[in-house]
């Protein structure tokens, strides 16, 4: 089924954690680059290109979305793009910071489960987020994800929030004291 130009609801929870896990079940890899055209705060509003190169198979592909919304409800609509346009919009348009990271995207006991380790500016940065359909379901943490720290509230865990603020001297200060080291670039 094509799901390009539907709406769907986000329902998405974050979680820190302090390591990628040394073992995830069938996990696919991908590169993902990223970077915003428009942003909207007021509104919570934006419009992010997305670039996605699959580890495996070497194959690349290109998600224009845009979000309206914030916290657990939020709207999205994707569109495919072709991939080699990315760099073009990104020079002519690109607005913010590009977010680099690799994905590890796995099932665990039925749930898929999505470990992002950050490059770039966020290196050090590990971030696992589950979807869900009922934002009331509880979240059962894999016991392999070791120590973890839910961040769904924190604002300035959203990309969009560090694609265009960076970390705050405060957000820096609390991933110092999970991480036990400094994580970023001084924005």
């Known amino acids: 089924m094509n ?3 539907c709406v769907k609801r986000e ?4 979680f820190l954690l302090q390591r990628l896990p040394a073992a995830l079940p069938d996990a696919q890899v991908f590169g993902i680059r ?6 909207d705060p007021a509104r919570y509003y934006a419009i992010r290109f997305r670039r996605i190169e699959d580890r495996h198979s070497g ?4 998600i224009e979305t845009h979000k309206i919304g914030t916290g657990m409800d939020v709207m999205e609509t994707e ?3 072709v991939p080699g346009l990315y760099t ?5 348009y690109g607005i913010g910071r590009e977010i680099t990271k690799q994905r590890h ?8 489960w999505e470990i992002d380790v950050y490059d770039g500016p966020y290196a050090g940065l590990v971030v696992a987020e589950i979807e869900l359909d009922d934002p009331q ?3 059962q943490m894999p016991a392999l994800f070791g120590p973890w720290l839910e961040v769904t509230a924190w604002r300035g865990m959203r990309n969009v929030v560090l694609s265009f603020d960076g970390l705050t001297d405060e957000l820096r200060a609390r991933l110092r004291d999970w991480y036990g080291r400094p994580i970023g670039e001084v924005s």
């Open 137 to 139: 379901r509880p979240v």
């Open 88 to 92: 073009d919009i990104q020079r002519l």
């Open 59 to 62: 194959a690349v592909s290109c």
């Open 79 to 81: 569109y495919p793009v």
């Open 11 to 14: 329902a998405e929870r974050r």
């Open 34 to 39: 990223q970077f915003y055209t428009a942003r």
């Open 3 to 5: 799901t390009a130009g």
């Open 105 to 112: 995207v796995t099932r665990i006991n039925g749930d898929t």
